[in-house]
């Protein structure tokens, strides 16, 4: 094949070129001593951020929450989890990204409330409460030896029933999540004129765009019928198709952005999860639509999950990884859409977990960075917005010494428990649960969100020194911290900042086209992107092993210019010799090697 560039339209937006930095709050800065990050912390470290080269804060949840899922479980949208401070340092800290001339996004999370949310307490009053209709209620199943059952059998996204009976009304509250966290009935308008309302307070306010909790799971299937019988050991069943990416979500969307959305100079970048394709997300994103700027899809995340059970490690190999981003690079490109481009987020495991993988190499920390870097690179010369995971510019890595009583997250202990009184169920009195904490390790949730690590001084600088951070600090820290890196020209910190820098002078590396280039290798990622006659040639090694690599014949090199790398010690090495990094058609990657050339156009 020939490997033709090819003229793309840049339809330039501010959102689009921007590098986006998710702070997970209680896990950044602690500033009070109470182990828990806070706002102040945020703002304390906003000029860091900045060196980095960030353009765009996203800040979990820090509304007022009783904490059952880490603040996605909201009691009061317009205040302050007192935990994180109060309106005062918000509208503090909203200021000072502003001066900075960085902007700030919220996550919103309207799927569903806490339970502790005045609406929710209105509607668990009595049966003939005006809000009882904004959450789903549903009288019991009667069975015929007199006992009572959830309305139907659909399983919560963290396991068992979606259903819980409240005594007092006796009737049943629908949670596609944790029980404290009632799903809100999309349908009755009364419910999206007050979730309106409240995004308009905070658009008002000088919030600059909102990521968007779950949001295909808003509109449910009528009549919220029984799921098909697909575990059978089981009373719960998945019932996604019944309320994911539902029957009303684009209406209600298209209600949202033109009620609110269109009124503002915001983005929305909309959670996916549960499943949703290319030609699904299309129609979220296309710019006609006017719904959403962006998805978050979880293609590339769920490759190391078998049967959809993220707990089952599945060793996924490198072909499957370059179809999920070149489906998803491509069809965006030719459907008028626009691509988030992750790697870590707080509910997802680090990429120095998860996409560097050694093999039957002896890991090593030089190995690890070298691969954080790889990581970096991919992300960063893909077409799409770049989103980064606080600690991900160090390349954290997971805690390996946690035991059961360190973690904290609902879904983890969830899990954990439900294995455990299983196997109990089977008559095994003392269960071995081994294999549930290897599991735990690789993907709980807790992995990305133990506390950033600024320095080696106790609890990585996280908190004051006799104060117990709310999540033990990874151990590493003592030599993976910021402190020790955004002044080492070697460091992951500053091959970042490199990608990021390189990024941003480069617009055809937000817009331009993709070709991937030996699809079938399982060591090699190679790819062009291309805008009219120039193109950016990406080589990146995925395996922990030199492999050399032999180019295409029909692909042109002779206007080959090295610009980055992550071996940068040797590269100027050899530059300072006199050898310039030179294209060859056979080329010889190191272990996690990354190279990015400009391919010249050559009359």
């Known amino acids: 094949m020939a490997f033709h560039s090819y003229i793309m339209d840049f339809d330039r937006t501010w959102w689009r070129e921007s590098i986006i930095y998710e702070v997970y709050c209680q896990s950044f800065q602690d500033t009070n001593g109470d182990g828990i990050g806070d706002i102040p912390g945020i ?28 603040g996605y479980d909201i009691s009061d949208y317009r205040s302050i989890n007192p935990r994180f401070g109060d309106m005062k340092d918000f509208d503090t800290l909203l200021r000072r990204v502003h001066e900075l001339e960085m ?24 049966k003939t409460s005006p809000k009882r209709n904004w959450y789903f209620w549903r009288p019991p199943k009667h069975n015929k030896d007199g006992t009572h059952g959830p309305p139907n059998n659909w ?16 009737e049943y509250y629908l949670h596609l999540f944790d029980t404290h966290q009632p799903d809100l009935n999309w349908d009755t308008k009364e419910v999206r004129e007050a979730v309106y309302d409240m995004l308009t307070w905070w658009a008002e306010k000088g919030v600059d765009g909102f990521r968007m909790d779950v949001i295909n799971l808003i509109s449910k299937v009528p009549g919220l019928p029984d799921a098909e019988i697909s575990k059978p050991n089981q009373f719960p069943q998945p019932a996604g198709k019944y309320f994911v990416n539902g029957p009303n979500v684009h209406k209600y969307l298209r209600e949202m952005n033109d009620r609110v959305l269109s009124r503002y100079d915001v983005c929305t970048v909309g959670e996916m999860p549960c499943g949703v394709n290319t030609h699904q997300a299309s129609k979220y994103v296309a710019k006609e639509r006017r719904e959403l700027s962006m998805v978050f899809h979880f293609d590339h995340t769920d490759l190391d999950a078998t049967n959809n059970n993220k ?33 870590e987020n707080h509910d997802q495991p680090r990429a120095t977990s998860r996409y560097v993988r050694f093999g039957d190499v002896k890991p090593t920390r030089e190995l690890r960075d070298l691969g954080a870097k790889m990581v970096a690179t991919m992300l960063g010369t893909m077409r799409g917005t770049v989103y ?23 879904e983890t202990l969830n899990y954990y428990k439900h294995i455990y009184e299983e196997r109990k169920k ?33 609890h990585a600088g996280f908190t004051t020194a006799n104060v117990k951070p709310w999540l033990r600090v990874n151990p590493d820290y003592k030599t993976l911290n910021a402190e020790s890196q955004v002044d080492d020209p070697e460091s992951v910190f500053t091959y970042y900042k490199q990608v990021l820098c390189l990024r941003k002078q480069h617009p055809a590396l937000f817009y331009g086209g993709y070709i991937c280039i030996d699809e079938e290798n399982e060591s090699i990622y190679a790819y062009l992107r291309t805008q009219g006659p120039f193109q950016t040639f990406v080589l990146l090694n995925f395996t922990a092993k030199a492999y050399e690599w032999t180019m295409p014949e029909d692909m042109t090199i002779e206007g080959a210019v090295f610009v980055l790398g992550n071996y940068g010690k040797e590269i100027g090495e050899e530059l300072k010799q006199g050898r310039p990094h030179v294209l060859k058609r056979k080329t010889l990657m190191k272990p996690f090697e990354a190279r990015i050339y400009t391919l010249r156009p050559t009359r």
């Not at 690789?442 to 001084?457: E, F, G, H, I």
């Open 43 to 70: 703002t304390k470290r906003l000029g860091y951020l900045k060196r980095l080269g960030v353009d765009m804060l996203w800040l979990t949840p820090v509304y007022k929450s009783p904490m059952h899922d880490q």
């Open 103 to 126: 902007k700030l996004m919220m996550d919103l999370v309207v799927n569903h409330t806490s339970d502790e949310h005045e609406w929710f307490q209105e509607s668990r009053k009595s």
């Open 155 to 170: 399983e919560s996204c963290f396991g068992g029933s979606a259903w819980t009976y409240d005594k007092d009304t006796k």
């Open 311 to 343: 707990w089952v490690n599945r060793n996924w190999k490198l072909p499957e990884l370059k179809n999920v981003i070149g489906m998803w690079q491509q069809h965006m490109l030719g459907n008028h859409g626009w691509n988030s481009l992750y790697v």
């Open 388 to 410: 980064i995971y606080e600690g991900q510019e160090l390349g954290m890595a997971h805690p390996e010494d946690y035991k059961l009583e360190d973690y904290d997250d609902v």
């Open 426 to 458: 089977k008559g095994d009195k003392d269960p071995d649960m081994s294999d549930v904490m290897a599991a735990l390790k690789l993907k709980s949730r807790d992995n990305a969100r133990t506390p950033m690590q600024w320095d080696s001084s106790p």
